[in-house]
Nanobody
Framework: QVQLVESGGGLVQAGGSLRLSCAAS????????????MGWFRQAPGKEREFVAG????????YYADSVKGRFTISRDNAKNTVYLQMNSLKPEDTAVYYC?????????????????WGQGTQVTVSS
């Protein structure tokens, strides 16, 4: 089993920044964190969960939802078993619970069924 724990959420004013972290632990069938592609999703109250950003297991390919492109940056440090989401120029509509997820198979970053493991989420609230 792979455990994912998000941190870094909080309350910020519009235009501000936050950096989310997702720390991974555990392993499955000898696989380590560096062999999983990773993604960030978010879910606002009353809305469906939506894709935010994804990163390949090497970190060389990144993917973003149109709504966050140019404002958010996903990155990973395989030595620390951690994936990050740097969020700049935050807007009230970015308010949501943010989840990180790990994908061990074929990677379709925006497709939630791609992911095998999910964290518990961290709340991000952006005030206007």
């Amino acid at each position: 089993q792979v455990q994912l724990v998000e941190s870094g959420g909080g309350l910020v004013q519009a235009g501000g920044s936050l950096r989310l972290s997702c720390a991974a632990s555990g392993r499955t069938s000898g696989r380590t964190f560096s062999s999983y592609a990773m993604g960030w999703f978010r879910q606002a109250p009353g809305k469906e969960r939506e894709f935010v950003a994804g990163i390949s297991w090497t970190g060389t390919k990144t993917y973003y939802a149109d709504s966050v492109k140019g404002r958010f940056t996903i990155s990973r440090d395989n030595a620390k078993n951690t994936v990050y989401l740097q969020m700049n120029s935050l807007k009230p509509e970015d308010t949501a619970v943010y989840y990180c997820a790990a994908a061990g198979g074929t990677f379709y970053p925006a497709e939630s069924h791609t992911y095998d493991y999910w964290g518990q989420g961290t709340q991000v609230t952006v005030s206007s």
